[in-house]
């Protein structure tokens, strides 16, 4: 099959979630309130800093600003009335750092820093005043940036979301990183500042998605630390008769918990989505009810719950499928929690236990090809050091380093002819689509996106990222591989391609201002960016 960029977006949805629910692009009324929640928190970071400036401070505000921006990152997911909660819990808390401000001013005798916006807040009383106002911020956005500025701010958002989501995996490690909260908190204060400059806004992008690198880095250390180190492992995807529990999502240390209270009960325990990982981790190893990952390895979250015969949890920073179809047996200890979804407190699972031995749980096992996941980093190590050695005396004259799986076929079908179109001084390092030849070196990471971050500044540590024989792929549109673009890009990264976004993840005019700043050409057909690749040598 030909695979051009044209039929890329006509095949895109192919195994999508967004096919399955008949709806591929933001609701404007959901795009309305998603203004409103990030002009809340972009005020809320001004009085916060401000506060702190005369030595107020609280350590719950802290967590309910990571909570908030980080349910912010898959909006699409949102009904209108989840979006709304929000809305109205920041107001609220906004409110209360307003008047603490204006309190400490007036006992200080300050003149207090207030926001000057052309945008009243105050008047937000219902979902439909919620969506008028976001529609009107989003007027003012036009009038006040051009559409460079207006997508710059665009790519500083998702980038500052990415910072978040990994401050809130870092606080899953019971860690805290001051200097990164203050500079999402500076970050968002910016938006509250008429006068921005294009130049600026790129400025602070480079500097926090490199801020971002490093927070990766870390976590994937704890990750390995606090686990027990990775191996290389072979991951059931089988199931066997009786009671079960799905564990859904990116939150290690809930699945854990899950292990934990389910060790002495026969309900076996299966793992979905992000935390395919686990499985090559020595600390879940430990626990036998812990039976394989259930799926088909794509982010079709609807067909897996519908087929799952058991309890699911969908754990804390988890994608927010729409759950109606699943009542009274969907969990979440998350801190916004999914229509028709039961809540879990203090992590207590017992209502998620009674559920799951409730279930009819899977009459009889199906049994499906085991995947390899993992690798033991020795051999990564010695691996490493050949392919740097054969850059060096030109063996290797093109190195290919390919990103996650995106769970798309046209993808898949993509990677595939471009490995059987490899020279022999060619080679691919790749961490999720694989082919049993000698020059392709797969890293199956799970999707864990830390690990390959980590990965690579050890392999970078040896050889120049700046160099011309190193070509990246960039797969999939997430915050996270976006800001991680961006720092390729600083680090002076001269080859990027990346896949075209569906409109759901990323506005095509971001998309266009993102590929024009930091040098990165859209993919085509395998065999056309070969011969272009090979071409600009």
Same mark, same amino acid.
């Given at each position: 099959m030909q695979n051009n960029n044209n039929e890329f977006q006509n095949n895109y949805q192919d195994i999508n979630e967004c096919t399955s629910r008949g709806a591929c692009s933001i609701s404007p009324t959901i795009s309305a309130l998603q203004e409103v929640a990030i002009l809340l928190l972009q005020h809320l970071a001004h009085y916060i800093l401000e506060l702190e400036k005369l030595g107020g401070n609280n350590q719950n505000i802290k967590y309910e600003i990571l909570n908030f921006l980080g349910s912010l990152i898959s909006i699409n997911e949102f009904s209108d009335n989840q979006l709304y909660q929000i809305i109205m819990r920041e107001y609220y808390l906004l409110e209360d750092a307003k008047k603490a401000y204006q309190k400490i001013c007036k006992e200080k005798q300050i003149v207090p820093a207030e926001i000057k916006s052309s945008s009243s807040i105050s008047? @937000?009383? $219902?979902? #439909? *005043? #919620?969506? $008028?106002?976001?529609? %009107? @911020? $989003? =007027?003012n956005k036009y009038k006040k940036f051009n559409s460079e500025q207006k997508n710059l701010t665009e790519i500083l958002l998702i980038v500052i979301k990415s910072l978040n989501l990994n401050l809130i995996k870092l606080c899953d490690f019971e860690r805290f990183d001051s200097e990164i909260y203050h500079e999402i908190l500076d970050a968002l204060d910016m938006y509250n500042h008429s006068k921005i400059s294009a *130049? %600026? @806004?790129?400025?602070?992008?480079?500097?926090?998605?490199?801020?971002?690198? %490093? =927070? *990766?880095?870390? @976590?994937?250390?704890?990750f390995l630390e606090i686990f027990g180190g990775i191996s290389e492992v072979s991951v059931s995807h089988s199931t066997r008769q009786g009671k079960a529990i799905l564990v859904s999502g990116n939150n290690f240390f809930d699945l854990l918990n899950v292990l934990e209270s389910t060790k002495d009960k026969d309900i076996d325990i299966y793992t979905h989505s992000n935390l395919l990982i686990t499985h090559a981790m020595k600390r879940f190893n430990e626990f036998k009810n812990l039976k394989g990952h259930f799926g088909n390895l794509t982010e079709n979250c609807i067909l897996d719950f519908a087929t799952f015969p058991g309890a699911i949890l969908l754990t804390k920073n988890s994608k927010n499928t729409p759950e109606y179809l699943y009542r009274g047996r969907l969990f979440s200890n998350d801190y916004i929690v999914p229509n028709g979804v039961i809540k879990i407190e203090n992590n207590d699972y017992t209502e998620l236990i009674d559920s799951a031995q409730n279930a009819k749980g899977f009459s009889k096992g199906k049994t499906k090809d085991d995947t390899i996941l993992g690798y033991n980093e020795g051999e990564i190590e010695e691996k490493f050091n050949y392919i740097i050695e054969n850059l060096n005396n030109d063996k290797i004259k093109k190195l290919y380093i390919i990103g996650i799986d995106s769970h798309l076929e046209c993808q898949r079908e993509y990677f595939n002819e471009l490995f059987s179109n490899l020279k022999e001084n060619e080679y691919a390092i790749s961490f999720s689509y694989s082919k049993d030849q000698n020059n392709i070196l797969t890293i199956p990471i799970g999707n864990y996106i830390p690990l390959a971050t980590n990965l690579l500044k050890s392999f970078f540590d040896k050889y120049p990222i700046s160099s011309e024989k190193l070509v990246f792929f960039i797969t999939t549109c997430d915050v996270m591989s976006i800001s991680n673009t961006i720092t390729l890009n600083e680090m002076d990264a001269r080859n990027i391609y990346m896949a075209k976004c569906p409109p759901t993840l990323i506005n095509p005019s971001v998309l266009e201002t993102l590929a024009k700043k930091y040098k990165i050409k859209f993919t085509t057909n395998a065999k056309n960016d070969l011969k272009n690749i090979r071409q600009n040598s």
């Open positions: 008047n @937000i009383n $219902s979902i #439909a *005043q #919620a969506i $008028s106002m976001g529609e %009107k @911020i $989003s =007027l *130049q %600026k @806004i790129y400025n602070e992008i480079n500097r926090l998605a490199r801020l971002d690198n %490093k =927070l *990766q880095i870390e @976590i994937a250390k704890l």
